[in-house]
Structure formats: C-alpha cells, structure tokens
C-alpha cells in the first residue's frame, strides 16, 4: 500500500476507535513519525494532506528541516539532551518528550531567545522502564508546577511511551494511568497549565490509547512501512 493509503486507513481507525468510545474524532491528532525516512516519503505524505511530523534525533531533524520544502508542522518527541536545545529552538510547535526541570529550563533559556513560548509535554514514565525517559507519575505533578514558573515555556499536558506487547490491550492500563495523572493535575489549577494534550499509543496500540483519552497518536510504521 501506498503512504496515501495508509494514511486513509488510519485515519479511519482513528475514526472508529474515538466513535467507539463515545468521542469527537476531530479531537484527535495524528503525528506522523518520520524518524529515519527520507524527506520524499514526508513530502508523500504532506501531499496525502498529513502536516504534522515528529522526529525523534536532532541531528536528523536538523538536516530534514533543511530538505523539507513543504510548510509541515513539526513536534520533537524523542529523548532530548540540554545541550542539543538551541539546535531545534523556534523550529518545533511542540515537545513532548520534557522530564526533567533542567531541560525545561533551556527550553526557557532558548525561547526567551528568541522572545516566543515553546509548548511542551510532560514525559511520564508510567511502566518504571529503566531504558525509558520519564518522571515518575508522583513526580509529574511538581514537576509540572516547576515548569509553570517558567515564563518561556507552556505546559499543555503528558506524555507517555508504554511497554512493548503484542497485545495493545495490555498496553491499555498505562494509557488510563496517564489520564488519571492528568486529570489531577488539571484539578490543581495551576496557572499558565492547560492539561489539554494526552499525547500516547503508537502504531501497534493507538486504538487502546484513544478510547483512554489520547489526543495525540504517534505513528510510523502503519504510515510509512517497516524502516
């Protein structure tokens, strides 16, 4: 199948899954996740009508935002150290990936830069997974308030990354952790902290993740085949 055509058939999954659980699909967000493939295969999919890409390595990032004619949307969602801030600054609508105080505060530093706000995400890690990034689901919350303070920076909710399963079902408990988290949070009323964005499931579980409340959904490899 052709990237086209796998867009199409997500976008009816997407469809399904949110109507299934009772909600508006135009909630959802699908961010193609274009770590690895060359700029022609985004070009493909810009094309197919698809605007929002996250990439996952700056360096990759860096040369494809120079390659990349087309006026896509751009989300950083892989791990991202400190020192390699400046290099994506101004050039991301989002970042989800933000779990520790540190790495907020040079997002700060680089925004204020610039004079703009940069939107972020706050990473949860829900399973405990030592190989994955994260704060811990108690930590989430001061965390978030610590990034409150920061004038440069806006939280707009959580992310996660869960296990691997080939069951997607199973994967369905870390998904309705991440909106219980959520929801406390936004209970807080913490100022300048709009728990809007659940950014959670991948290509082999975001139907689970939808019906848990996703709100955005990072896929790959059912877009752009098996790298």
Same mark, same amino acid.
């Given at each position: 199948?052709?990237?086209?055509?796998?867009?199409?058939?997500?976008?009816?999954?997407?469809?399904?899954?949110?109507?299934?659980?009772?909600?508006? =699909?135009?909630?959802?967000?699908?961010?193609?996740?274009?770590?690895?493939?060359? /700029? /022609?295969?985004?070009?493909? @999919?810009?094309? /197919?009508?698809?605007?929002?890409?996250?990439?996952?390595?700056? +360096?990759?990032?860096?040369? !494809?935002? %120079?390659?990349?004619?087309?006026?896509?949307?751009?989300?950083?969602?892989?791990? $991202?150290?400190? &020192? !390699?801030? !400046?290099?994506?600054?101004?050039?991301?609508?989002?970042?989800?990936?933000?779990?520790?105080?540190? $790495?907020?505060?040079?997002? &700060? *530093?680089?925004?204020?830069? $610039?004079?703009?706000?940069?939107?972020? $995400?706050?990473?949860?890690?829900?399973?405990?997974?030592?190989?994955?990034?994260?704060?811990?689901?108690?930590?989430?919350? +001061?965390?978030?308030?610590?990034?409150?303070?920061? =004038?440069?920076?806006?939280? +707009?909710?959580?992310?996660?990354? =869960?296990?691997?399963?080939?069951? =997607?079902?199973?994967?369905?408990?870390?998904?309705?952790?991440?909106?219980?988290?959520?929801?406390?949070? @936004? %209970?807080?009323?913490?100022?300048?902290?709009?728990?809007?964005?659940?950014?959670?499931?991948?290509?082999?579980? #975001?139907?689970?993740?939808? +019906?848990?409340? @996703?709100?955005?959904? *990072?896929?790959?490899? /059912?877009? #752009?085949?098996?790298?």
């Amino acid at each position: 199948m052709t990237i086209s055509e796998n867009l199409a058939e997500i976008h009816r999954r997407i469809r399904t899954a949110a109507e299934s659980a009772g909600r508006n =699909p135009d909630e959802i967000r699908l961010v193609a996740v274009s770590k690895t493939r060359p /700029a /022609a295969d985004i070009s493909e @999919a810009f094309a /197919a009508g698809q605007l929002l890409f996250g990439e996952n390595y700056v +360096q990759e990032f860096a040369a !494809k935002t %120079a390659e990349v004619q087309e006026l896509v949307i751009w989300h950083f969602i892989g791990h $991202l150290q400190s &020192n !390699k801030v !400046k290099y994506i600054a101004g050039k991301v609508a989002l970042i989800h990936s933000v779990d520790r105080l540190a $790495l907020a505060e040079e997002i &700060n *530093r680089q925004w204020g830069k $610039l004079g703009s706000v940069c939107n972020i $995400l706050v990473q949860v890690n829900i399973s405990g997974e030592t190989s994955k990034s994260g704060t811990t689901g108690a930590g989430s919350l +001061q965390l978030v308030r610590e990034c409150a303070q920061l =004038p440069n920076v806006r939280v +707009q909710g959580l992310m996660t990354m =869960p296990p691997f399963f080939d069951d =997607p079902e199973a994967a369905r408990p870390c998904f309705a952790e991440l909106r219980h988290i959520s929801q406390a949070i @936004a %209970a807080e009323r913490i100022a300048g902290v709009e728990m809007q964005e659940l950014s959670m499931g991948m290509s082999g579980d #975001f139907e689970a993740a939808i +019906q848990e409340g @996703a709100t955005l959904v *990072r896929v790959g490899t /059912a877009i #752009f085949g098996s790298r």
